[in-house]
């Protein structure tokens, strides 16, 4: 057994075959958990390339096993014992830029990638293909297919246009499409160039070659055995005390008095996305992404770390470890503030504490930022940038806007303005934010939060956590208003002032008087927080039992009014309607945008596809409450849904909130909705959706935010 660091160039270069066995797995990688994560250290590492040529940036991928195989044909052939999905998905990009350079007519950038993925005709037999790579198991078929397209690839005419390989193929073409830009641009050639060298030369893989009278299996085994993997921190901990050994520093020391990262605190795993990662080992990549301006991969933490600090940071490490240890400190005095259930907080531990209740870490670095030793900017400062960028997440949340690009912005927020003034700091930040014109990064404006929440049935939709949030945000600035200290975080309940189960003892008479009030149960105005969770025989009882007992339990502001606005009206859809707006205009009030700011993006038509809702068609006269959607697909061909008039659909007697949840629920298997369900005369429901989109005259898409 050998074991060499390679670039892929080194790896692939010569002809010959690297073989999937017929036993190993398929390929199973997704674009959430390993596509997008590889294309954003491929692009950062091709972005620095042109930025700051001197350094020749490299990304580590990771290691793969191969072992040698006695030669049968005229090609050197290795089966692949391990990293099989890290091979395939760098065959898959390089593939898909050459197709895309070919086509743009960049034919020596394109001859140079195809060279990674096929072997020249002369080393080719008869009746055999020209691919590197050869898979036996059922991806074959698949990967042979996509990988011998002729460009331009046409992904939907595929015959296997729905594997996973060709999803791969279709990704990687379509962002390195998106970030090259037009061929005639000024700066196509430059990217195109350091592109195809990242490829080339710019990433590192460990190989571990094998003989081929090697025990394959033994070897794979004990890679992959159930010890517990080193986490970035680990690395990060290995090298550090490794430069401060090579500084002549006290490494004794220094690990007892300047290492904060061995605490139960440190070492607890939490939740990013769907996946576990240890605190310190992601403190570690946001405190790095504050100090270099880029968005990094917790896979690339350590990597990123070692070259911050070998050739950017200018410090010496017996000098950067107590920063990153008063950072760190910093850092955990926020977490455990906001962990407290009382006392009040400030903009930044209340900030973390809002994060964590909206299930993001996107503003993490940022703060940091804000806070690096020597920056000092002035506290009012401090706490209108954080406004701003929480408003900016938050708005973001309300209309459940995808927030995959967002930590790209706060990257490039950091970098931009890092040699910034205090003073025009805010200024600065605040219009960086502003200019975003893109679905997937914009500011929303008021209108489109006001047009949304409206109607919105905001406790089915929001995570339960996010709309206590958003309550709690609401009761602390009525608060401020009397000088009252900020309400207690003790995760109180959220209570249905008209309850759901309100037939009994809130009966309406009229068809249309059921729709009316069943529409109202869960939107922001009939909602509140309670300090204990009501009885439920209160709960669902007539409305002057439910006043007294909230009256009787009540401390809370946001409660507090509804009690004096009841005092002569019985709680109905007047009040629910008019405190909806009161609620509304406070949330624009605690998170606010700068004035004369309407949310206006250039792509309207892809975000008028995730905007637009059932319930905008029904408002709009296109869709009914009773209308039948019938299935289009083949196997469910003839099965019947109902549409209510929230804009749920109902069907075999549950209701589901989206076209594709219902699609889902008949089919097992992810469904677009859009495309799945039909209504009366044969059009999909996609067909009227353009229809509304289309119907809609520009002022009325500026609210919406879909201009």
């Given at each position: ?12 270069n ?176 430059t ?33 992959n ?42 070492t ?9 990662i ?23 933490t ?19 470890l ?29 900030a ?36 701003a ?37 805010v ?10 014109n ?27 956590g ?11 600035l ?11 975080r003790?995760?109180y ?5 008209l ?10 008479q ?30 669902n ?47 624009l ?73 219902a ?45």
């Amino acid at each position: 057994m050998e074991t060499f660091k390679r670039t892929p160039l080194q790896l692939f270069n010569l002809p010959q075959h690297f073989v999937i066995p017929l036993f190993q797995r398929p390929y199973v990688w997704k674009e959430d958990e390993q596509w997008e994560p590889l294309w954003k250290d491929i692009r950062r590492i091709a972005e620095l390339r042109i930025e700051e040529p001197h350094l020749n940036a490299t990304h580590f991928l990771g290691a793969v096993v191969i072992q040698s195989q006695e030669a049968q044909k005229q090609l050197p052939t290795w089966n692949v014992v391990d990293g099989q999905q890290r091979l395939t998905t760098l065959q898959v990009f390089a593939d898909a830029t050459c197709a895309l350079l070919a086509q743009s007519g960049n034919t020596p950038l394109a001859g140079q990638l195809e060279r990674l993925t096929h072997n020249d005709d002369v080393y080719v037999e008869d009746g055999d293909i020209r691919l590197k790579v050869r898979h036996l198991n059922k991806d074959r078929a698949a990967f042979d297919e996509v990988m011998s397209a002729e460009p331009p690839v046409d992904h939907t005419a595929l015959a296997h246009s729905d594997s996973q390989i060709v999803a791969a193929h279709a990704y990687f073409s379509t962002v390195v499409e998106q970030w090259l830009g037009p061929p005639e641009s000024e700066d196509y050639t430059t990217k195109a160039k350091n592109l195809t060298a990242v490829l080339l030369n710019g990433l590192q893989l460990v190989s571990i070659e094998l003989k081929d009278s090697e025990n394959s299996q033994e070897i794979f085994e004990t890679l992959n055995a159930r010890g517990t993997p080193l986490t970035a921190a680990d690395l990060v901990r290995n090298f550090v005390f490794q430069r401060l050994e090579a500084e002549g520093a006290d490494t004794k020391k220094a690990y007892r008095e300047d290492w904060p990262f061995e605490t139960k605190f440190w070492t607890k795993e939490v939740s990013v996305g769907r996946n576990l990662i240890s605190r310190s080992s992601l403190f570690l990549n946001q405190w790095l992404v504050s100090r270099t301006g880029e968005e990094i991969s917790p896979q690339a933490t350590f990597s990123r770390f070692k070259s911050y600090v070998e050739l950017e940071s200018g410090h010496k490490m017996t000098g950067l470890l107590p920063v990153i240890k008063q950072q760190a400190q910093q850092y955990e005095a926020w977490t455990e503030a906001a962990a407290h259930h009382g006392g009040s907080l400030d903009s930044a531990e209340m900030a973390v504490y809002r994060m964590q209740a909206g299930g993001v870490e996107v503003l993490k670095p940022l703060l940091i930022w804000l806070h690096e030793p020597g920056r000092d900017l002035p506290r009012e400062s401090v706490d209108q940038i954080i406004r701003a960028a929480e408003s900016w997440v938050v708005r973001r949340q309300l209309l459940r806007l995808s927030g995959s690009d967002l930590g790209r912005i706060v990257a490039d927020l950091i970098n931009a303005n890092s040699a910034m003034p205090a003073d025009e700091l805010v200024e600065r930040v605040t219009g960086h934010l502003a200019r975003l014109n893109v679905t997937s990064t914009y500011w929303p404006g008021d209108e489109e939060i006001r047009r949304t929440l409206t109607t919105e049935s905001a406790y089915s939709r929001f995570p339960r956590g996010r709309l206590r949030m958003i309550l709690e945000a609401i009761e602390d600035l009525y608060r401020a208003e009397t000088g009252q200290p900020q309400i207690e975080r003790k995760n109180y309940p959220v209570e249905h002032l008209l309850p759901q189960k309100w037939h009994d003892h809130w009966a309406v008479q009229t068809p249309e008087g059921i729709e009316e009030r069943q529409l109202r149960v869960h939107r922001l105005g009939n909602l509140t927080l309670l300090t204990q969770k009501l009885n439920a025989k209160v709960s669902n009882g007539p409305w002057s039992a439910k006043r007294s007992a909230l009256m009787d339990h009540n401390t809370i502001t946001l409660t507090g009014r509804v009690i004096k606005r009841t005092e002569h009206h019985a709680w109905d859809e007047e009040l629910i309607d008019e405190r909806t707006t009161e609620l509304i205009d406070r949330v624009l009030q605690v998170w606010p945008v700068p004035e004369g700011h309407h949310g206006k993006v250039i792509d309207p038509q892809t975000k008028a596809g995730d905007w637009v809702e059932l319930k905008h068609l029904i408002e709009a006269g296109l869709l009914a409450p009773g209308d039948k959607l019938v299935a289009t697909h083949r196997d469910f061909k003839g099965r019947e849904a109902t549409l209510t008039a929230d804009g749920a659909i109902e069907l075999a007697g549950k209701r589901y909130m989206s076209p594709s949840a219902a699609g889902y629920a008949l089919r097992k298997k992810a469904t677009n909705g859009w495309y799945f369900w039909s209504v009366a005369d044969g059009r999909r429901l996609r067909d009227v959706r353009t229809q509304f989109q289309n119907s809609m005259p520009e002022d009325e898409e500026l609210k919406s935010g879909n201009a």
